[in-house]
């Protein structure tokens, strides 16, 4: 079931970096929301249609929307940006943009270690740039059928989408109030940025093991409970991108991270082995290549039954890229079964982190 969001005004989404009002001026922005948000706010509102917060804590709806400090028994995978009915991607970080150039993104060449090279480089392979000019890290977004020719792995250069065609940041300010005089609090002003969706852009999650959902609605979403609008959408956008032809013919494979993900290591998911870099996953076996992966970022949130912060989470970004090598006899296709399309977090992944997007490697 796929349901596409619209907001009717501003959102705010904010990271879980701390913010007191009085001691900072400024509050991270971060978009598109984690899926965590997104979850909560599905969660919240089927809370609400079913019940009561008293009935949720009490676990009169256990069997579908767990209890507080347990997960729901449904899932969702997302959220993705939608325009115009057609998804778009956060750049992978395997692609490069040259230096004091837009418009066009190129893949590093990935290219087995060096023999001779005497380097603490842990991998056997490595992501390089063999051109002469020099290059940028990339930003900005794909567009869905640029992002479906880099997973099939048969271009090098591709283009670039920027964040203005999809949204626009509003700054806002803000002042404190004295609850108990009705009166702004002196040295307590403070900015903050806001996200507008352009008219034609709207975010879209597919969401698994729940039967009924109302086919239009109003839920709340990020910082000050926006309203959204939600629908389900009729036409099943995720299938061309689900039914990707993989061949898999080097044994090797990407992996993208639509969504960030929390892993127990950090960087490296738990079923790696720090010194071999193999590890098993659901009967396959692999090896990481190499890797090409952004600054962590920290996933929190507010537990609405307790009143308080949950514990902070170190998590990959979206748009990180695992290179893995096929180690044992298996299907191709259990293969993807296995990794393409699937949340594969060590933690949260019913809560749509980890999201994974297999692609191929096809140049040795």
Same mark, same amino acid.
């Given at each position: 079931m796929l349901i596409k969001l619209k907001p009717f005004d501003t959102l705010f989404f904010r990271n879980s970096r701390p913010f007191t009002k009085g001691e900072d001026t400024w509050t991270d922005f971060v978009f598109p929301p984690y899926p965590s948000t997104v979850y909560g706010a599905i969660r919240s509102y089927l809370i609400f249609k079913m019940g009561s917060l008293r009935d949720f804590i009490e676990g009169k709806f256990r069997d579908i929307l767990g209890v507080p400090g347990e997960p729901a028994k449904f899932t969702i995978k997302g959220p993705f940006l939608m325009k115009e009915d057609k998804l778009v991607f956060k750049m992978p970080y395997d692609l490069v943009k040259l230096k004091d150039e837009d418009g066009k993104v190129f893949l590093l060449d990935f290219t087995e270690k060096p023999s001779l090279l005497v380097s603490d480089f842990p991998f056997d392979y490595g992501l390089l740039?063999?051109? &002469?000019? %020099?290059?940028?890290?990339?930003?900005?977004?794909? $567009? &869905? @059928? %640029?992002?479906?020719?880099? @997973?099939?792995? $048969?271009?090098? &250069?591709?283009?670039?989408?920027?964040?203005?065609?999809?949204?626009?940041? &509003?700054?806002k300010v803000g002042i404190s109030i004295n609850k108990a005089k009705g009166t702004s609090e002196e040295g307590h002003l403070y900015r903050f940025s806001m996200v507008r969706l352009m008219e034609d852009t709207g975010m879209v999650i597919k969401i698994e093991g729940i039967e009924e959902f109302d086919d239009e609605g109003v839920l709340q979403l990020g910082g000050e409970r926006k309203a959204v609008a939600f629908e389900k959408m009729v036409k099943n956008s995720f299938e061309d991108l689900e039914n990707l032809a993989l061949t898999l013919e080097t044994d090797i494979f990407k992996i993208y991270l639509a969504t960030p993900a929390i892993f127990k290591k950090g960087w490296l998911p738990d079923w790696i082995d720090e010194k071999t870099l193999e590890g098993e996953f659901k009967g396959i076996r692999v090896k990481l290549l190499t890797c090409a992966i952004g600054k962590y970022i920290t996933i929190g949130g507010w537990d609405m039954a307790e009143g308080e912060s949950k514990p902070l989470k170190k998590a990959v970004p979206a748009g990180s890229v695992y290179y893995f090598k096929i180690l044992n006899e298996v299907d191709k296709e259990k293969v993807k079964e296995t990794f393409h399309f699937k949340n594969i977090s060590d933690e949260k992944a019913e809560e749509g982190f980890g999201l994974s997007i297999m692609g191929e490697v096809k140049r040795l």
């Amino acid at each position: 079931m796929l349901i596409k969001l619209k907001p009717f005004d501003t959102l705010f989404f904010r990271n879980s970096r701390p913010f007191t009002k009085g001691e900072d001026t400024w509050t991270d922005f971060v978009f598109p929301p984690y899926p965590s948000t997104v979850y909560g706010a599905i969660r919240s509102y089927l809370i609400f249609k079913m019940g009561s917060l008293r009935d949720f804590i009490e676990g009169k709806f256990r069997d579908i929307l767990g209890v507080p400090g347990e997960p729901a028994k449904f899932t969702i995978k997302g959220p993705f940006l939608m325009k115009e009915d057609k998804l778009v991607f956060k750049m992978p970080y395997d692609l490069v943009k040259l230096k004091d150039e837009d418009g066009k993104v190129f893949l590093l060449d990935f290219t087995e270690k060096p023999s001779l090279l005497v380097s603490d480089f842990p991998f056997d392979y490595g992501l390089l740039w063999k051109r &002469e000019e %020099n290059i940028d890290d990339a930003a900005g977004w794909m $567009e &869905e @059928l %640029n992002f479906e020719d880099y @997973l099939k792995g $048969e271009k090098q &250069e591709f283009g670039v989408e920027k964040d203005e065609i999809f949204y626009k940041i &509003e700054d806002k300010v803000g002042i404190s109030i004295n609850k108990a005089k009705g009166t702004s609090e002196e040295g307590h002003l403070y900015r903050f940025s806001m996200v507008r969706l352009m008219e034609d852009t709207g975010m879209v999650i597919k969401i698994e093991g729940i039967e009924e959902f109302d086919d239009e609605g109003v839920l709340q979403l990020g910082g000050e409970r926006k309203a959204v609008a939600f629908e389900k959408m009729v036409k099943n956008s995720f299938e061309d991108l689900e039914n990707l032809a993989l061949t898999l013919e080097t044994d090797i494979f990407k992996i993208y991270l639509a969504t960030p993900a929390i892993f127990k290591k950090g960087w490296l998911p738990d079923w790696i082995d720090e010194k071999t870099l193999e590890g098993e996953f659901k009967g396959i076996r692999v090896k990481l290549l190499t890797c090409a992966i952004g600054k962590y970022i920290t996933i929190g949130g507010w537990d609405m039954a307790e009143g308080e912060s949950k514990p902070l989470k170190k998590a990959v970004p979206a748009g990180s890229v695992y290179y893995f090598k096929i180690l044992n006899e298996v299907d191709k296709e259990k293969v993807k079964e296995t990794f393409h399309f699937k949340n594969i977090s060590d933690e949260k992944a019913e809560e749509g982190f980890g999201l994974s997007i297999m692609g191929e490697v096809k140049r040795l």
